[in-house]
């Protein structure tokens, strides 16, 4: 059974005002799925763009690389059929994960109250041969409740739409070659509680 003990984001509470459901999307096709893997794997834009973080060895890694900004706005145009309040930009990511990678389970800071993951393509191995999917686990529940796993599957052009400041998630050891995945986060727009947000200036917490 997966458990979460780690610190949820004080602005949590908000959640309450503006619910974000924990849901599958494909907000993008299979197609332009593969055209963003191709430029995250280009090497000149993981020369120019990527980075290398300790938690993930021999991924690259890129801070709201600017090629993935058109995918960004549509996947931003999709998510606002599943919320009733409008939603403001604060970042993108986007991670080339390597062999024997896995993601520990936690929830995110307050600039991803909303969030989506995206699957945008995979290099296959002999253990995860062309056609697998890497699923991502998420637990459903209420602050006090113990929450319900999930776990959903991902080819390219799908994607996880979900609270990520209430929703702690994780991915097991990757088998592939490589992945590449894009995480993009917004949170409602109101000056008040969320202005601080707007832009992402906690980049660094």
Known sequence: MIQFFGQKHPICTEYARFPVPLRAITPISAEQAKDAYRALSDPENINTYGKRETPYPGAD???????????????????????????????????????????????????????????????????????????????????????????????PGDGMLYPGCSAPHWRDMFLGAKCGQAFFHWVPKDDQVFGEYYGDPDKLA
């Open 61 to 155: 890694c890129f801070y709201y690389p600017p090629f993935l900004n058109d995918v960004y706005k549509a996947v931003g145009d999709h998510i606002r059929q599943f919320l009733d309040f409008d939603i403001v930009e604060t970042y993108y990511y986007a991670r080339r994960y390597d062999t024997g990678n896995e993601l520990k389970i936690h929830a995110d800071r307050g600039s991803c109250f909303v969030s989506v993951s995206l699957c945008l393509g995979y290099d296959y191995s002999p253990l995860f041969p062309e056609g697998s999917a890497w699923p991502i686990g998420a637990l459903e529940g209420t602050e006090t409740g113990p929450g319900k796993p999930i776990e959903f599957q991902m080819q």
